[in-house]
């Protein structure tokens, strides 16, 4: 993957990192409950009633691993696509999702979307990238697969479902 272009090693680096980040805090937050669960006795009394507890913070921890894995894993599947199978893509657009409730905005995410000629999509997410970063990454992509075709319309959406090779636009 060393012949990837700026935005794409950008994308992949900065997704490795938050995941070593996050697991690195994991680790030390395992370590610091383990400590206060198996510093109790089993007769110290409000310890007892929670031996659910370590089951449930194994899970949500896991959950959390599993998520930050996952967009590394996306960011690399993006960036070995791009490097070794650009002719595969057809569409690349970029996305948000804001929850707002009683206005108050509680979820604010933006992804780049990528669609393959085998209907499959490929979400990144682009927290922490501005505007003018995504839309270099986009630029970057596009530089290597110019059959593709950028924006989202819900005619683009239609197509995509139907037949993916509809949206090749012819290479230049």
Same mark, same amino acid.
């Given at each position: ?6 935005p ?6 900065r997704?490795s990192?938050?995941t ?40 949500v ?9 996952v967009?590394r ?13 650009p002719?595969?893509?057809?569409? !690349?657009? +970029?996305?948000?999702?804001?929850? !707002?409730?009683?206005? %108050? %905005?509680?979820?604010?995410s ?9 209907? +499959?999509?490929? %979400?990144? !997410?682009?927290?922490?990238? %501005? ?18 075709t ?8 239609a197509?995509?479902?139907?037949d ?7 290479a230049?």
């Open positions: 993957m060393s012949d990837l272009t700026d794409i090693a950008t994308l992949v680096e997704a990192r938050r070593r980040v996050v697991v690195a805090f994991v680790i030390l937050l395992v370590l610091s409950a383990a400590c206060v669960v198996f510093s109790f006795s089993p007769q110290e009394g409000p310890i007892t009633r929670l031996r659910f507890a370590p089951i449930l913070f194994a899970y921890l896991y959950r959390v691993l599993r998520g930050f894995v967009r894993g996306r960011a690399r599947r993006l960036a070995r696509l791009v490097a070794t199978e002719h595969r893509i057809v569409w !690349i657009y +970029k996305s948000s999702y804001t929850r !707002i409730v009683n206005h %108050t %905005t509680y979820d604010d933006r992804y780049l979307q990528v669609g393959c000629d085998d209907r +499959k999509m490929i %979400t990144v !997410i682009t927290d922490g990238f %501005t505007s003018a970063e995504v839309d270099a990454l986009i630029a970057a992509i596009y530089a290597r697969s110019p059959q593709a950028i924006g989202y319309t819900p005619e683009a959406h197509a995509f479902q139907r993916p090779q509809s949206l090749r636009r012819a230049y």
